[in-house]
């Protein structure tokens, strides 16, 4: 009684709560989530040692959490290790760390109790929350822009390029709960929620974002609606998002594009080159690194070996001021500090995502991991507490709510 009921709600209620607040209050996102994490693990260990239920029911998933567990280990050894730099720039990656290790477990329970977690979120109550959470998203994005008069949304991460990054997984599940039951209400809030997350994500200002995301969404809404939408009505939307993205283009992000085209048309990796420009030096930087020590090194050997190829004029001394940060690249920054293995095991949790995205033709986990994998290449999501910990959450959800292309309607809910 206590498993079948009881638990999945708890967890559920964790979870939901977890991933509505984190755009408000990060502190209470934070703090809901590790009671989720710990509970989790205690969960885990007695449904699998004590009432017996295999985690092998699910191997695609089970291979999700194994290469989260393992990511998040190596990144806890190599600090562990190469902490005798003294630097505080460890205590940063040992928060995430911590976070991706228990976020495994809470996909283990996603696989042991996913039936009646499923039925957790097919809760009208529930369902309705996430449904409408871009419309509260976007009063917040208004109340930054008019009322605190800043340039770019931040929401409560006062950080413009996080927030676009972690609601973009946030606005994928609520799109997808649009999709669970069709009729009218779901579809016209579906569409609706398609524009307002577009719109705020533009008015972050984050270039990859914008374009990712907007292709990403697009996609997702061809693939869930080609059985109901006919061609013309699809055409509509995309010309409509199209005409809304170049309305915004000329107040909104073409300073930004139009910089990014000048730094790469003129870049030189011993010169200064902007935002753009500098990127592309610290991945230089960061694979010299990497072919300099394959197995991995200290943050301060690291740093100590591009500030000699500075010193030596090979590289700009623009990107000085990033190297007591990151790299801006997600796999580059992992392969610059934690070698070989780290990064194997990055690419891991990209694949095996992918796999149980395909395998249980799971879009909505398709869509995540692609975000994901999409905004790492210019920027480093797992160096950030705020995104990793969302997209644990979201992917959680997606393991359990997503799956056969994500059309089919589901049951009618048990209200409790």
């Excluded at 009671?35 to 092998?56: A, G």
Aim: aromatic share 14%.
């Amino acid at each position: 009684m206590f498993a079948n009921r009881t638990l999945p709600i708890l967890i559920g209620m964790l979870m939901t709560f977890s991933m509505v607040i984190a755009s408000f209050i990060d502190t209470l996102s934070r703090d809901s989530y590790f009671i989720l994490s710990y509970l989790s693990v205690i969960v885990t260990f007695w449904l699998v040692f004590f009432k017996k239920m295999s985690l092998f029911r699910d191997r695609a998933v089970l291979l999700v959490a194994v290469s989260f567990l393992l990511f998040g280990i190596s990144r806890v050894v190599w600090s562990f290790l190469m902490n005798d730099d003294g630097l505080s720039i460890y205590k940063n990656y040992s928060p995430t760390a911590s976070r991706i290790i228990l976020g495994a477990f809470i996909f283990c329970v996603c696989i042991l109790l996913k039936n009646e977690l499923k039925c957790f979120f097919s809760n009208k109550y529930i369902s309705a929350i996430i449904k409408a959470l871009p419309l509260y998203i976007l009063l917040y994005a208004l109340y930054d822009i008019f009322v605190l008069h800043k340039d770019r949304v931040e929401l409560d991460t006062n950080r413009a390029t996080v927030t676009a990054y972690f609601i973009s997984a946030i606005f994928f599940v609520s799109l997808h709960f649009c999709t669970q039951v069709k009729n009218k209400l779901n579809v016209s809030l579906f569409f609706t929620n398609l524009f307002v997350s577009n719109a705020i994500i533009i008015l972050t200002q984050t270039r990859a974002a914008i374009a990712i995301y907007l292709l990403l969404s697009v996609f997702y809404t061809a693939i869930v609606f080609r059985k109901s939408l006919n061609i013309k009505k699809v055409s509509m939307v995309v010309v409509l998002m199209l005409i809304f993205a170049g309305t915004s283009y000329e107040f909104l992000y073409k300073s930004r594009i139009n910089e990014a085209i000048t730094e790469t048309q003129g870049y030189d990796v011993t010169k200064p080159g902007g935002s753009l420009g500098d990127r592309y030096t610290m991945w230089y930087a960061g694979l010299s690194a990497f072919k300099h020590a394959p197995m991995g090194e200290s943050f301060q050997a690291r740093n100590d070996f591009i500030s000699e190829k500075i010193a030596a004029g090979a590289i700009s001394d623009s990107i000085t001021v990033y190297l007591t940060v990151h790299l801006h690249s997600e796999l580059i920054e992992v392969l610059s500090l934690q070698g070989v293995i780290g990064g194997v095991l990055l690419v891991l949790i990209y694949l095996s995502l992918l796999y149980a995205g395909i395998r249980n033709k799971n879009v909505l986990l398709i869509m995540i991991t692609l975000c994901l994998a999409g905004y790492g290449l210019t920027d480093v999501l797992f160096f950030s507490r705020e995104s990793i910990t969302v997209y644990l959450l979201c992917i959680a959800v997606a393991l359990v709510t997503g799956g056969k292309e994500d059309t089919a309607e589901q049951p009618l809910p048990i209200n409790r």
